[in-house]
């Protein structure tokens, strides 16, 4: 058989076999319908998949990997109880809105964001972005907050994950660069828990499961304790804030936040840990 039908007829088989494909009428490989609805989703707001500029993978590449991430969530037990996923993957403000899970909950952008591969970035004066998520619904029981930032200022204050736009009560990841400690304030009002001394970047999550607090930066345990108070109960759950008053800015980038009715074991915060890293790793933005 000459080559060049032979590599002819491996492309028409490498085509038929593709994940979103079919052949004989049955998909071959299909994503987990989740999955392909968020896909879906970015695509018809404008969403660039290729993340090759910033070390991350191509069109291909990106959706497998989005794929492979709602399917890890799914076998713990974190898609089915998640309120709201926001994974920041298409490089334009549309895209970054989207809910992950459902098409609830997208967020609303205000003042002044880049949006890139990277995730986005308030300017520290005036962006942050609203859910639409009221913080009763997290805290005050089984729950889980997950952030996953890249860089932050070390010289100013500002929360690091979702909080309430309802100042002084706080819910998620606080750094205080003032003082170089991130507190996780899950489920408290002004309490800061969970301090760590160095400033780094990377993935936390704090998760109430029962009647005890767990707090993981990067894959390892650094804090639980009992709860001790209620959760909050107004205020709409706000990102890229500061923690001194509502409405205000940070400017740290941040990659990923999950908020979730969903409390988790340290077993599970290790293997949730372990798939959002993957997925990083995938676009290009690990840290």
Same mark, same amino acid.
């Given at each position: 058989?000459?080559?060049?039908?032979?590599?002819?007829?491996?492309?028409?088989?490498?085509?038929?076999? !593709? +994940?979103?494909?079919?052949?004989?009428?049955?998909?071959? =490989?299909?994503?987990?319908? !989740?999955?392909?609805?968020?896909?879906?989703?970015?695509?018809?707001?404008?969403? %660039?998949?290729?993340?090759?500029?910033?070390?991350? @993978?191509?069109?291909?590449?990106?959706?497998?990997?989005?794929?492979? /991430?709602?399917?890890?969530?799914?076998?713990?037990?974190?898609?089915?109880?998640?309120?709201?996923?926001?994974?920041?993957?298409?490089?334009?403000?549309?895209?970054?809105?989207?809910?992950?899970?459902?098409?609830?909950? =997208?967020?609303?952008?205000?003042? &002044?964001?880049?949006?890139?591969?990277?995730?986005?970035?308030?300017? @520290?004066?005036?962006?942050?972005?609203?859910?639409?998520?009221?913080?009763?619904?997290?805290?005050?029981?089984?729950? *889980?907050?997950?952030? $996953?930032?890249?860089?932050?200022?070390?010289?100013?204050? @500002?929360?690091?994950?979702?909080?309430?736009?309802?100042? +002084?009560? /706080?819910?998620?990841?606080?750094?205080?660069? /003032?003082?170089?400690?991130?507190?996780?304030?899950?489920? $408290?009002?002004?309490?800061?828990?969970?301090?760590?001394? &160095?400033?780094?970047?990377?993935? $936390?999550?704090?998760?109430?499961?029962? =009647? #005890?607090?767990?707090?993981?930066?990067?894959?390892?345990?650094?804090?639980?304790?009992?709860? #001790? *108070?209620?959760? &909050?109960? &107004?205020? *709409?759950?706000?990102?890229?804030?500061? =923690?001194?008053? +509502? /409405?205000?800015?940070?400017?740290?980038?941040? !990659?990923?936040?999950?908020?979730?009715?969903?409390?988790? @074991?340290?077993? %599970?915060?290790?293997?949730?840990? *372990?798939?959002?890293?993957?997925?990083?790793?995938?676009?290009?933005?690990?840290?």
């Amino acid at each position: 058989m000459p080559s060049s039908i032979a590599a002819s007829g491996l492309a028409a088989m490498a085509t038929a076999l !593709s +994940p979103a494909s079919s052949y004989w009428g049955y998909s071959l =490989n299909a994503y987990d319908p !989740s999955a392909q609805a968020f896909i879906n989703r970015i695509t018809a707001a404008g969403g %660039n998949f290729d993340y090759t500029s910033i070390g991350g @993978g191509n069109e291909d590449a990106v959706k497998r990997a989005i794929n492979d /991430y709602v399917v890890a969530c799914k076998a713990i037990g974190a898609w089915s109880s998640g309120i709201a996923q926001y994974l920041y993957i298409g490089q334009n403000a549309a895209s970054h809105a989207l809910n992950a899970i459902q098409d609830l909950n =997208n967020m609303t952008w205000y003042g &002044t964001i880049t949006h890139d591969a990277y995730g986005f970035t308030p300017d @520290g004066s005036t962006g942050y972005g609203l859910t639409g998520i009221q913080s009763n619904i997290v805290g005050s029981s089984d729950s *889980t907050v997950i952030s $996953y930032v890249r860089t932050f200022s070390s010289s100013s204050k @500002g929360w690091i994950g979702a909080r309430t736009n309802t100042s +002084p009560t /706080y819910y998620g990841h606080f750094m205080d660069g /003032y003082s170089g400690q991130f507190a996780c304030s899950l489920g $408290y009002s002004d309490v800061e828990k969970g301090k760590v001394t &160095t400033s780094i970047a990377g993935c $936390y999550i704090a998760s109430r499961l029962s =009647n #005890t607090v767990r707090y993981n930066q990067n894959g390892t345990e650094i804090a639980s304790f009992p709860v #001790t *108070t209620a959760g &909050t109960t &107004t205020g *709409t759950i706000q990102v890229g804030g500061i =923690n001194y008053g +509502p /409405y205000q800015s940070n400017n740290f980038t941040q !990659s990923l936040h999950s908020i979730s009715s969903y409390g988790l @074991g340290s077993s %599970n915060m290790t293997l949730l840990r *372990t798939a959002i890293q993957a997925l990083q790793t995938a676009l290009g933005r690990q840290v």
